[in-house]
Each structure stands twice: as structure tokens, then as C-alpha cells.
């Protein structure tokens, strides 16, 4: 069976993720993790009215906040 891929940083959340492949060995727990950021970064996007240009910054934003959180 095919490994899951995940999101790279940095992507729009509203547009279809580039992906690679997890070569981190940690599996599901990274993918999860992950996922956990990207779905934080859209709602910071769209809370601040989907601004262009600052994926980015919502990416570290979600990201600080989810492992400030574990």
C-alpha cells in the first residue's frame, strides 16, 4: 500500500497541496500533525477576510499555535 503524502508548507489553503512523499518514517503522526496545521492555517486565512499572499505566515501561526498546544 502507497504511503499517505503531505502537504508542503507554504501552499494556498484553498487550492490543492503539492505533496511528497514522507520520508520521515513517523507515518501517520507527521501526516496528522500536519494536517492539524493546515486545516488552523486556513481558518487563521479565512478569519482575517483571505487575504492573498501570506500563506505563510498563517502556515507558522497554526503551527506555533497546534505545538504550543501538545
Do not use: C, F, N
Amino acid at each position: 500500500m502507497a504511503r499517505r503524502k503531505a502537504p508542503v508548507q507554504g501552499t494556498h489553503p484553498d487550492e490543492t497541496a503539492i505533496s511528497v512523499p514522507d520520508t520521515t518514517g513517523r507515518g501517520d503522526a507527521s501526516a496528522d500533525l500536519t494536517e492539524s496545521i493546515r486545516r488552523r492555517a486556513y481558518e487563521i486565512w479565512e478569519s482575517e477576510g483571505s487575504p492573498d499572499g501570506r500563506p505563510d505566515d498563517h502556515w507558522r501561526q497554526a503551527e506555533q499555535e497546534i505545538l504550543k498546544g501538545r
